[in-house]
Structures are given as C-alpha cells and as structure tokens.
C-alpha cells in the first residue's frame, strides 16, 4: 500500500463517507449470503456522485451499482468500498477493474477480503493502475458486518452464534421441560434478527420433541421482505431418530438437515424431501456445513445439553443471553449442562455488548481464548 501521511482533516473525511458506505453494506446484511454485504459511495468535490450496495448473490456488486449511477463523473473520484474489490471472475466481473476503467483517482477500502481469490490481489491490481489507495478505516465495523465470511475465507469454521433465553436465576425452563414464554414479544422479534444473518440453524431433538418449533424467519426490525430473505438451513442433531414425522419443521421439508451420528437408518421414517447426513463430531458437522454448504455464520437455539457441548468443545465464538426480570427457581433448568466441579474449569467470556430489548435485557458475549 502507498506510504502516505495523512492529515486529520483527510482521515475526518474518510471516517464520514466510509460510516455512509457501512450503512449502506448493512441493507445487505439479510440478503447477500452466502456473499459478503459491502457498500460502496463515490465522492467527488466533496459530494456523492454514486452509490450502492450488493443485494444479492449473482446479482451486480456494490462497487457496480455505484459506478452506473455516476457515469462519467466517475473520473477522479475518491471510491470507499467496506471490502477490497474483488479482482477475480465469479459470477459477475472483477470490481478492481471496474474501478480502474473508470478512472477513479483513489480507493479507500475498510477492510481487506480474507477470499483467498482476492486476499490483497484487488488492492495490487489497483496500486497497478496508479490508483491511490488506503486500507484500514472503519476497520473493526466493517470486519464486525463479515465476521462469518471473513472467518472462514481465512481458513476457519463457520462463525458459531449461540442464543438462550434465561431467568434472572439462570434457568431456561420448568422441570418439566415448559418453557413458553420466558422473554417479551420484543426479544422474541430480535432473535429474528440473528437467524436473518444466520445460514443454519443447529438445535437438537430435545427441542423439537418439546417445542415443535419453525426456527424459521418470520419478521425482522428493518422490513426487509421476508421473500428477500434466505430462510436458514435448519440442522436437527438427532442420534437416534426420534423427531416425529410431523414435526413443524417438515412445513418446508428442503430447509431441514437431519443429522444423526451414525446410522443409516435413523430417518426411514421421514418421507419428506429431507437431507440426512452422518456426521461424528460437532466439528466434523461445521466443517461438512462450510464445505457443502457455504455457510459462514451458524445460530445455536438448543437446550442445556447440546448447548453445554459446544460450549465445552470450544466451538462458540459469542454468546447471546436474553435475561427476563423473572426467577423460575433452583428446580427449574439451568442454561448449560456443564457439570464443573472446580474453578479451574470455569469458561471465561467478554462482554461486547448489553442492551434494553422491551422489559428484557440483550447480553451479548464473546469468548475469552486462551
């Protein structure tokens, strides 16, 4: 990257036009997968001349839909993109070239793409051209809207979300197993927002035996059309074949993923058009999620002991508590089954975020690694 110095007056402009271009990635965020959402907005003498954002897979990039609109005023201006461009023939053309036959005089760019089709070749490509560039500004908010496909562009597993709804005390149903309705309607509408982003969701038989839920999105905050919005792949870990025939889930029968450790058999029951796998391990399930299915970004809604595994295997990058003012008691059921004895075993998370949602409280975490 060119070595240039930059004034604050310059980095105050950068910071304002990139803050416009991640809004504009974020009417992305349900839509593109498993695509990354970016946006992209020309500046010229100080005005936006074009921009944009990618809505879709297959469809037309951001960088794109911001060059049409500014046609030949393209010609040196300062684009921000929230992702390197990409420099490779996919589906659509590679945007760095966009860029460069446009005549563009500098690209600032909030983050590099971790694909290893593009991995800094779209920022050389334009470096090539004579092109200024800068990479870097509103790095941790760009990285913050790609978290699953950055992580595994770089090599890693699919970014593991895990939700629970709890008591004050920490207890997420009766011990009978009731457990409708701990939080508001407002929590329960902003669930639907992690499943929007999500591209599986992973639950385990005890919940669907219990709940017959859709796990399904039904509604988000923004009004995004829910026809817009790919439903997640919803994954069931069913060892031994127990979820009924019936189940809600077999509404929208091609969206199910059965999965049982390793019976051939477990399924014979289920005349639905359903995909069934055998897989041994949650880790071999994520990989076999991200190799076959492009997922990025994985939601968990199970209960204490699916929870508890892959808490325990060290597979969940951020934890999402809603915490209702409510005690349901020490025989009601506790949020993980995790049974330590000592507390050197204790799992130690950061808190990112806590948040008012209607009577509840979001409390969204992220693991401290060792």
């Known amino acids: 990257m060119t070595d240039i110095i930059f004034t604050s007056k310059q980095d105050d402009e950068d910071q304002r036009w990139m803050q416009h271009a991640l809004i504009l990635a974020r009417r992305g965020l349900y839509t593109t997968r498993p695509n990354p959402a970016v946006g992209c907005v020309l500046v010229k003498d100080g005005q936006i001349i074009g921009e944009g954002f990618h809505p879709k897979a297959g469809e037309p990039h951001a960088e794109v839909f911001a060059l049409r609109q500014a046609g030949d005023a ?9 992702l390197e461009p990409c420099s490779h023939f996919g589906r659509t053309p590679p945007c760095a070239n966009g860029l460069i036959a446009a005549q563009v005089s500098r690209v600032v760019m909030a983050t590099l793409d971790a694909n290893p089709q593009v991995a800094g070749q779209g920022l050389a490509k334009l470096e090539a051209a004579g092109i200024e560039t800068r990479v870097g500004v509103c ?28 008591s004050l005390d920490g207890r997420t149903a009766m011990s009978s197993g009731e457990s409708k309705w701990i939080t508001g309607t407002d929590a329960r509408l902003d669930v639907q927002h992690f499943r929007a982003m999500s591209g599986a969701i992973i639950t385990g038989i005890g919940t669907v035996l219990a709940d017959d839920p859709l796990l399904n999105v039904r509604k988000v905050a923004d009004g995004t059309p829910i026809d817009l919005i790919p439903q997640p792949l919803r994954v069931v870990l069913d060892r031994q074949g127990q979820i009924p025939a019936n189940a809600q889930l077999f509404n929208d029968p091609k969206s199910v993923l059965l999965v049982s450790a390793d019976s051939n058999t477990a399924f014979d029951h289920i005349n639905a058009d359903v995909e069934k796998w055998q897989c041994a391990s949650l880790e071999s399930l994520l990989d076999d999620l991200k190799t076959k299915k492009q997922i990025h970004d994985v939601l968990v809604e199970a209960g204490a002991t699916l929870s508890g595994a892959f ?19 020490s025989l009601a059921r506790p949020m993980f089954d995790l049974p330590f004895l000592q507390m050197s075993e204790q799992i130690r998370w950061q808190t990112v975020s806590v948040a008012p949602v209607g009577d509840d409280i979001r409390w969204i975490l992220r693991l401290i690694k060792s």
């Open 74 to 82: 393209a010609r040196g201006a300062t684009a921000y993109v929230t």
């Open 139 to 166: 790095q941790a908010e760009a990285q913050t809207i790609n978290t699953g496909f950055l992580k595994t562009m770089a090599g890693g597993r699919p970014f593991v979300r895990l939700k629970v709804a709890a």
């Open 311 to 329: 808490i325990a295997a060290g597979l969940v990058d951020e934890l999402i508590v809603y915490l209702a003012p409510t005690l349901l008691g």
